[in-house]
């Protein structure tokens, strides 16, 4: 059977431990950031106390010291609770203005998005503020009132827009298909192309969804390039037709030419039998009379070679400047 402890041993290392034990519970409770913990870990110290032998002396010197560091903290957290209340009353005082403010422009303004980024502005500084709960609750409250006014009106206007957008869809769906349909169809290529430029120029500033306006732009496109292949095709086949005319032009010119040609060449032989007729009457001394009539007949055969000479002359020169024109035919007006 163990002998009893010495009562005055037992209490004095009892008084060792629980000293060591208070003196790292204050060195931690004074490092610690958060005063809670460090109330924590007073708590904590103090529980060791309980059951305790001690002499008096000692667990009064040792209690003191726990009460006094109880005491520092105690303060500290009671300046720490009048520090919240002062800036959470002026952060509400702030934000309360804030609020308002908010609401005021909700019920004002129709830009949507500056309103709205005021109003998560708000509802930001509201989530990092100090306040109380209830003053929280209050704001989130009534900024939500100034949300739920701009999600009305927007919605309001969205309606708006989109019956508005839908008309105008409908009405340009009209345009476009009738002006998609004339540049298939169309020979009237110049004022189905203003036609066409009309219509392109009702979808600048109009109302319409994104991807309504992305379907007939794209189908007004498609008659444009349509209306341009097709324009294109007309310019050959006009080109081609024009060639066609000038070429049959040259080859009437060189018939003309020829005919002529040929009819002048029979004028003039027959200008020169005519004046062999004339020296033969001449030399003979016949009467005045054939004479008179073989000269009249020479002096007609003169001027209708000179009209076939310069008849010719105009056709070559015209057969030459077709020429040049088919040559070039870039600046061709045809």
Known sequence: MELDKNPEE?????????????KNGLAIAAQAKDLREAKGCLIEVQGHFKGLKLRREDREELYTRLQNAFSEVNARIEDERLEFEYEALANYADLKAAVHEASSLAGKSRDFRETWDILIGVQSRIKGAKLF???REELFMGLQDAFTSVKSWRDKERQEFENEAQQNYLRLKVLVEKGLIQAEETHEYKDTREYLKKIQAEFKGIKMAHEQ?????SRLQTAFDILGK?????FR???????VKMQYKLSQFSVD????QDALSKEQANLSALEDQL???????????????LQARIASALRSIERKQKQIAAFEIERSELQIRMDHPEGDGE
């Open 257 to 260: 030419i020829f005919e002529l």
């Open 237 to 243: 086949n006009k080109k081609k037709n024009w060639e």
């Open 279 to 293: 020296d033969i009457l001449v030399s003979a001394g016949k009467d005045s009379a054939a004479k008179i009539g």
């Open 133 to 135: 709960r209830e003053q």
């Open 230 to 234: 097709r324009l294109d095709e007309f």
């Open 213 to 217: 306006r992305e379907e007939l732009y």
């Open 10 to 22: 037992e209490s004095f290392q009892n008084y060792l431990i629980l000293k060591e034990t208070l």
